[in-house]
């Protein structure tokens, strides 16, 4: 099969670029070889190679600043997986996608399932959810991933930006009152490959895809300066969001239940810590 995937600089696209050379002949783009933001560039690349399988790893994934630049942040994350969609369904192809738990506005006690009433508090949440609803619209093949606080060796996250903080200061202060399931790219690819290679039309839908378990970021910040063997490990001093102010509200609570890739896919991603001794551990990760 002939494989397209967009993205391939991302943490998740890095990965995927490997995870899914076992299922056809993968060409791989980055956001200089297809701009998402042009109409035009994304038909004729797709009627150009006439994938069966359409990947979209790129999103417009600066939370902050596209709360200044809502425009960009739809055409990339909104129209451009829609305008996927139309030319998957044209070709009868299926269409991956990955969208993220900001689509919700984190007021639920509890886990969220896939159907969860959608409050996206950010601008990012609102364009990654007109996405999902232009997919979903298009009649195409298509799995949707929500994901959430992906990270890596790779790139710029949460997991680098604690390990570069711990060997420049003597503290550090890390929000205590937001709850989610840290996800490694790595367990994200490897589950998107499984999940296409068991795909069946009747099996399209949209699917909740993080680590099991869950922690709030001071939690997880504690488990990298744990895991990592940092010698000398700055103090960690819990916060609470508001005396973190950012441009872009973030959902208190972002857990989402994975119970609906498990059965129909038979796939869970490990436990958020157990995820992230491993990628610490692995070379290259």
């Known amino acids: 099969m002939n494989v397209l995937l967009l993205g391939k600089n991302g943490q998740v696209g890095w990965e995927l670029a490997r995870t899914l050379a076992p299922l056809g002949h993968v060409v791989a783009?980055?956001?200089?070889?297809?701009?998402?933001?042009?109409?035009?560039?994304?038909?004729?690349?797709?009627?150009?190679?006439?994938?069966?399988?359409?990947?979209?790893?790129?999103?417009?994934?600066?939370?902050?600043?596209?709360?200044?630049?809502?425009?960009?942040?739809?055409?990339?994350?909104?129209?451009?997986?829609?305008?996927?969609?139309?030319?998957?369904?044209?070709?009868?192809s299926l269409l991956v996608h990955y969208s993220t738990d900001y689509?919700?506005?984190?007021?639920?006690?509890?886990?969220?399932?896939?159907?969860?009433?959608?409050?996206?508090?950010?601008?990012?949440?609102?364009?990654?959810?007109?996405?999902?609803?232009?997919?979903?619209?298009?009649?195409?093949?298509?799995l949707i991933f929500r994901t959430s606080w992906v990270y890596s060796m790779r790139g710029r996250n949460f997991l680098l930006t604690v390990l570069r903080l711990a060997q420049e200061r003597e503290e550090l202060k890390v929000i205590d009152d937001q709850i989610g399931a840290p996800t490694w790219c790595r367990m994200i690819a490897e589950a998107t490959s499984l999940a296409i290679a068991r795909f069946q039309g009747d099996l399209s839908g949209t699917y909740h895809m993080t680590a099991g378990g869950s922690t709030s970021w001071h939690g997880f910040a504690a488990a990298i300066l744990e895991l990592s063997g940092i010698e000398k490990k700055p103090a960690l001093t819990p916060i609470p969001t508001e005396d973190y102010p950012l441009p872009a509200t973030r959902p208190q609570n972002s857990v989402l239940s994975n119970e609906k890739l498990q059965s129909n896919f038979g796939l869970l991603l490990p436990d958020w810590k157990a995820a992230l001794e491993l990628c610490l551990d692995a070379p290259g990760s």
């Not at 007021?107 to 159907?115: A, H, I, L, P, T």
């Open 29 to 92: 783009l980055n956001s200089l070889e297809l701009n998402l933001a042009d109409p035009d560039a994304i038909r004729g690349k797709i009627r150009e190679l006439e994938p069966e399988i359409i990947v979209n790893a790129a999103a417009h994934t600066a939370v902050d600043k596209a709360e200044s630049e809502p425009d960009l942040a739809m055409k990339i994350n909104g129209d451009a997986p829609g305008l996927l969609a139309e030319e998957a369904r044209r070709l009868d």
């Open 103 to 142: 689509v919700f506005d984190g007021k639920k006690q509890g886990c969220y399932s896939e159907n969860d009433p959608t409050r996206p508090q950010n601008v990012y949440g609102k364009t990654k959810l007109a996405g999902e609803e232009a997919i979903r619209a298009s009649g195409a093949k298509h």
